[in-house]
């Protein structure tokens, strides 16, 4: 199977390139960069250097052959590629936010006009498997609700307010450096940003919904000395009280049959590099702390962009994605 991979000069880019080299059945053919066009893929992303031979290209839409392609492009630009990658017959992946959302919202929150909207299942397996097994087209989800929607999901219908704070890693603000990342900015400090206005909100929100649940949603994210990685914890204020045995079970049997949801102790390092959610959760009457901890460039990312990938073309669907975490 021939994988094009757009933008994949980037984190989520070099990552995608990982982690397809430990696929049965893939092979990376094309990796776009207009920047870095003709070098070789180690400059860019040297710890690939001696498993990939590709160098960066910049071809035109009409030029890319591949069976399958991942838009690991930023938000606002995947729109550009969507259809015309789809009228040639190949089955897309978009990283980017351009398909998560409905039309309207994805238009007040990223204050652009979408240029060709078509709805498209949001890939979060665990929760869209179904809508996802066979398609054409696949949106994948942002980090931050990944993290966040698997911590709350088993209780959503309960809940009547959910408050996710979710601390994350620098990598997640993508390979640009900026005032914000800068590291005396970032070392030795946790830093709140959007406090109240994420744009990942939207997607929380719109999943909660979809759930079945009509709590209120509130969220806020800050910025940690770590390269990668999501720690959430979800408050959910239900509206009857229940007990550390119920939600534990209700946990056990919601993800029973998942294979990169584990209920354990979230720590950080244990996820990174991996396509694993870890999970544990606390109840204390009508309030239950969950946490969720994932790699934002992992399941928050390019792990769980191949793991769609594989229920779309017919893989295992842990197929080139069952690797343990780097702990230490």
Request: charged share 20%.
């Amino acid at each position: 199977m021939e994988i094009a991979i757009i933008g994949a000069s980037g984190y989520a880019g070099g990552e995608l390139i990982r982690l397809l080299l430990l696929h049965s059945d893939a092979e990376v053919v094309c990796a776009t960069s207009r920047k870095l066009a003709g070098k070789p893929i180690e400059h860019a992303h040297p710890h690939l250097k001696g498993f990939v031979s590709l160098s960066f290209e910049n071809p035109s839409i009409d030029a890319i052959d591949a069976d399958v392609a991942f838009l690991a492009v930023p938000h606002t630009t995947g729109m550009a590629y969507a259809r015309p990658l789809l009228e040639r017959g190949m089955k897309v992946v978009d990283l980017s936010a351009d398909y998560r959302l409905p039309k309207e919202i994805f238009e007040r929150i990223y204050a652009v006009p979408h240029s060709d909207y078509f709805e498209a299942p949001y890939g979060i397996p665990e929760l869209h498997r179904k809508k996802i097994r066979g398609m054409d087209f696949v949106s994948n989800p942002g980090c931050f609700p990944t993290g966040a929607i698997l911590a709350a999901a088993p209780l959503a219908t309960q809940a009547h307010t959910v408050i996710f704070d979710s601390k994350t890693g620098v990598s997640g603000a993508g390979d640009n450096p900026s005032e914000v990342t800068h590291y005396p900015n970032v070392g030795d400090n946790v830093n709140p940003y959007k406090w109240t206005n994420h744009r990942h909100l939207a997607e929380m929100r719109m999943e909660l919904e979809r759930l079945g649940s009509g709590a209120a949603c509130y969220f806020t994210p800050h910025l940690v000395p770590v390269n990668r990685g999501i720690l959430t914890t979800a408050h959910i204020l239900l509206r009857e009280p229940t007990s550390q045995q119920e939600v534990e079970e209700r946990y056990r049997s919601y993800y029973r049959d998942e294979p990169f949801v584990r209920l354990q102790n979230p720590v950080l390092a244990a996820v990174r590099g991996s396509n694993f959610c870890d999970i544990r959760v606390e109840a204390d009457g009508r309030r239950v702390v969950a946490v969720s901890a994932i790699d934002n460039l992992g399941k928050g990312a390019s792990g769980q962009a191949i793991q769609n990938m594989n229920l779309m073309c017919g893989y295992q669907e842990t197929d080139g994605l069952l690797s343990p975490g780097l702990l230490p």
